[in-house]
């Protein structure tokens, strides 16, 4: 390792030029193909991916069936458009507000495009889901059945308003789902071409109904405009926050060092290597996803920590040396094996990533581990050429005398060799201490559940997260889930014991309380057949014989919009599917749903035999979910074994090994463990984090066990040897702690959880491991010293 900087202080110029070339070069396969389309079969154009449904593998079976369902059944995404008005006694139910609605439905259904291929995108204008855009069913004599738009034109007086909602609250199917629960809201359920037009729609829409001056609220939200102002949001927050998050950085080295010229040398790293990686990654045709983004995020604290050893070291041996060569030659030979186990282990913890079966968290991994690696190589090659680049007389007056406070050594050379008196004097209550922490937060992360929500992915103060706690307050709920029933012959579902069963099942589960709501195909055959018998509710049932049920659809062939059958039956009526209105996209809610199906059938067979599949994107996220818990358990659990024997080989000690592990160990117990008690759920971004935060935590023991054993060997007591390593070592390892705490906080001033999420738990977990560091190691190396250094007190 020492000749790579040797190499680096002969040639200074090669090892600054080199790592700006490859920049270039990265940041031309990007630009090239993002700007002209697809180069060649190898590079690949800039491609932003927030859907959840991607976190599976494309040919994962779930995703295959949900894919399969939607075509079958011809499923869109939908964007939930709520307008709701506290002005008015009637809310939106006045001739003024219906006005509006219907103006700016008409402007939702001319919202169409052309894509490069020709294809139509945008809003499916013939599935859409609005008052003037459905039909009011209702009897037209007896026997007969009208199908009449249910607000054909603007009400021209609020009583023909009011008309409009009696009509509507007659349809089982839109009451709770387009109109409230109270009366008084109404919501647009606007079909998709795809996901990734929604942004531009919302955008659209808010311009157009931002003319209205009815005293009617807006409220835009759903999954898929959620997804892709997620998208968009994205890349502003990682422009704002990663810029601020640096300043703050160089900040803070500015304060420790003194010498801006010199700290610049860690910020170009960071930015080298978070260019270059992030080169690579999208270079290579991987997507910029939810998660992948956050490759920045992780890579610049590593590049930099790695640097404030560098530069900490450097600031006490250059005054000795007062030799620019000398000095980093000296500070090089010291750090190169600690830097290099650093390494090892931050790469081991985010390569373990890719035992999970999750593409975004594999490319996560994979391609921080590359920029973990990239990052060594830098610092160990551009920092000493930097350095050999500056003029002499930068150094004039740098050194750590010269920083002094007054009372006697800088702020930190005072506090820390009390630290680690205080540490080695209080050891036996410190272990207990430690033991008793860790045995009370083990019992919080015991509490932690798999629980996630994309839409919680934004802020509550945010617009899209306030209209979806409003919208499913008033209505029946805004996520969908879909189960599919399968029988073994057709024309299955025209058998009124089946369609019994179903409306059995949907009573069931309706009165449970879990969801809002469900449709399928028996509202349709109840509804119609309640009209053929002059509207009376007496028979809103189903009909008794198959006759009277094909009767019913027949009928329902005659209205607006007969292609709705096919959303909830099969053309030869041998599937069904049930629409699952939920209230909440958390998985725990989905998997009581389940749960409740599963019980319902083993306790009440259907009459025939029906094969059943769920899919929908509620659904995917539970799938998804338990493949985080799942592989995140088994990711950690290599990686920590992994990292423990490459300690213990290369400490050559099975204790140094175990003991270099305890503040990572620690720190992930009480972390976790305060999660549990807070909130209760495992989400994304806290499972990810402590499988990848094992590599990060344990650099700092790296640092410490290291120079603690070299430094042994000079002094050969451990009370001797105390004062050293809470010398330089520990004073470069407090200025790391206090950079990643403070240098990450522009995170939580995002308005998307999973980045303030990353900003708090990185911060928190590498201050603790660090603190950790500084307390209880020494403390366990004053208890084991004999053990410890059992071969140097020979």
Known sequence: MNQMSTQAIKSPKLFIWLPVALMLVMLTLVAVPTFTGKLTNILSPLTVDTDPESMLLYDNPVRVTHREQKKKFVIYDFMVVGITNNTHENGVFNEKSLKNIYDLVSYAKSLQWKNEEGETEGVVSVELIAPSNVDNIAQDGPGTVTFNWLMAKPPTSDAEALEIREKANKQPILQGSMTSNENYALALYIPLTSKDTSYKISSLLKEKYASYDSGDSFLITGMATAQDTFGVEMFVQMAVTTPLAMMLIFGLLWFFFRNVTLVMAPMIIAMLSVMITMGLMIATGNPVHVLTSMVPIFIMPIAVLDGIHILSEFYDCYPQHKDRKQAIKCVMAELSKPMLLTTITTAIGFAALNLIPLPPLQVLGTFVCVGVIIAWAMTMTLIPAYIMLMPEKKFENFGSQHTRHPGGGTYLGRLLPKVGLYATKGAIPIVLLMIFVSIVFAL???????????????????????????????????????????????????????????????????????????????????????????????????????????????????????????????????????????????????????????????????????????????????????????????????????????????????????????????????????????????????????????????????????????????????????????????????????????????????????????????????????????????????????????????
């Open 444 to 794: 919080g992360a015991m509490k932690l559940i798999p629980n996630d929500n994309p839409m919680k992915w934004f802020g509550e103060e945010h617009e899209i997260r306030k209209a979806d706690k409003f919208l499913n307050e008033q209505f029946a709920g805004s996520y969908m889930a879909y189960l599919s029933l399968k029988g073994s012959e057709e024309q299955v579902f025209k058998n009124p014991a089946v369609l019994n069963y179903i409306d059995n099942l949907q009573s069931f589960v309706d009165k449970k309380g879990v969801i809002g709501k469900t449709i399928a195909l028996t509202e349709i055959v109840k509804i119609v057949h309640r009209e053929l018998y002059n509207g009376d509710e007496e028979y809103y049932r189903i009909p008794d014989s198959s006759e009277a049920v094909a009767q019913t659809l027949l009928t329902f062939q005659n209205s607006h919009r007969p292609d709705d059958l096919w959303h909830y039956v099969t053309p030869n009526y041998q599937e069904a599917n049930i629409w699952f209105q939920l209230k909440s996209g958390d998985n725990q809610d989905m998997i009581v749903v389940e749960n409740l199906i599963d019980d319902y059938f083993k306790v009440n067979p259907p009459p025939v035999s029906l094969e059943r599949s769920w899919f929908g994107m509620t659904h995917i996220n539970v799938t998804w979910q338990d493949h985080v818990t799942v592989g995140v358990v088994k990711a950690f659990s290599v990686s920590f074994l992994i990292i423990l024997l490459t300690l213990i080989i290369l400490f050559r000690s099975i204790l140094w090994g175990v003991l270099a592990m305890v503040p990572l160990a620690f720190s992930v117990v009480v972390i976790y463990g305060a999660a549990g008690f807070i909130t209760g759920n495992l989400d994304t971004p806290l499972a990810i984090l402590s499988a990848i935060s094992i590599g990060l935590s344990v650099d700092y023991a790296i640092h410490f066990v290291t120079r603690s054993r070299e430094l042994h060997k000079k002094y050969n007591s451990w009370s001797e040897t105390l004062p050293a390593v809470f010398g330089e070592p520990a004073r470069a390892i407090s200025r790391n702690v206090i950079v990643v705490g403070i240098g990450f906080l522009p995170l939580l001033i995002t308005p998307l959880v999973p980045y303030q999420m990353v900003g708090i738990l990185l911060s928190s977990i590498l201050v603790l491991a660090g603190i950790a560091t500084l307390v209880i190691l020494p403390a366990l190396i004053h208890l084991f010293e004999n053990q410890l250094f059992r071969d140097q007190l020979k």
